[in-house]
């Protein structure tokens, strides 16, 4: 199937320093809306990324995690899609593509959004709303992966993120669907996210606007596709077909 375009309303060149990056990012949180904006939503979908290393490691000693993010050169996206509520899949699809990024803490979105817009291509029809395995306004510059993608589209969109970037929160109860502020003390105590409890006995997760919907309601959605694990369905699901992917890349 011929990749389709899709509606890129925010463009920007993805290969540039860091510098200019930064700047970029500050423009974009200009356009950004934390409010909810949005119509019926009837499908979501769940996206995620992961880096292939295609240099033999044979001869260099045990890398770091971060050292091999530095290395990897190509970039695995995928997205699975779903009608919603009832969470059905209805769609999957991956890309693949070299990096022309480096690994720079702040700086992620630079390294995934192209391949995830390359793995949106391929999908029939444009989800209502995405949720990202990533930071939204939970960012240092209030613009992570979430928010960018979701400026970059005009798109609502979701950050549900496994670890902590930036901020402090009170501490979380542990009955499920408990969430607590996240908060800047730095920016005088604001408010970029919640820390939401989707499981008990586990680590929560670290929920954040992504574009066009306020942090009540993407803590609702959140826990609307959780079903009974830790991470919500759709950026577990996902993870797990990146990983597929990466598995078959490696083998071939």
Known sequence: MKDKPIGVVHKHRWDVAPAEAREIQDELQSHWAGENSFGPIRTVA?????FVLTVSQALKKPASRWNRLREANRAIGCVVMYCFPEMEEVERA??????????????LSFREIPVLLAALRKLREMPDLVFCDAHGYAHPRRLGLASHLGVVLDLPSIGCAKSLLIGTHKVLPQKVGSWTPLTDEKAGGERIGAVVRTRSGVNPIYVSQGHRVSLETSIQLTLAVTDGYRIPRPTRDADRFAGEIKRKVLAG
């Open 94 to 107: 991956y890309a693949i593509l070299p990096l022309e990024f480096p690994y720079v803490p702040g700086l």
């Open 46 to 50: 769940g996206l995620d990324a992961s």
